[in-house]
């Protein structure tokens, strides 16, 4: 297998991707999002992970990372956003005065 190295060797240090766990944690969201006011397209969430994925496969493929460290950092993106997406979902705006000024806003 050939990796592509432009960077000083790698030995230890490089766990977990951040790039990649920043990606997956964007994609996460998004397919959250969208899942939730219903306009997740049937092709739109593959183009996503897809997207996150590719973050990964250009770590690996710099020399940055090892495969074991995306794989790490794809988990604690989605693992920790989860939770956060499950509390904003139960989040209700107790100020209507609020509500209304973010309504109009939009």
């Known amino acids: 297998?050939?990796?592509?190295v432009m960077f000083e060797r790698l030995y230890y240090?490089?766990?977990p991707s951040g790039h990649t766990q920043t990606a997956f944690t964007v994609a996460t969201c998004l397919l959250w999002a969208y899942n939730r006011t219903g306009k997740l397209?049937?092709?739109s969430g593959p183009i996503i992970l897809a997207t996150a994925s590719l973050v990964g496969i250009s770590r690996i493929y710099v020399g940055a990372h090892f495969p074991?460290?995306?794989a790490g950092g794809a988990v604690l993106g989605i693992v920790t956003t989860l939770p956060c997406c499950y509390f904003v979902g139960k989040?209700?705006?107790n100020d209507i005065a609020l509500e209304?000024?973010?309504n109009r806003a939009v």
């Open 1 to 4: 297998v050939y990796v592509n």
């Open 13 to 15: 240090g490089s766990f």
């Open 41 to 43: 397209k049937r092709w």
């Open 68 to 70: 074991l460290d995306i």
């Open 91 to 93: 989040w209700k705006p």
């Open 100 to 102: 209304d000024e973010v």
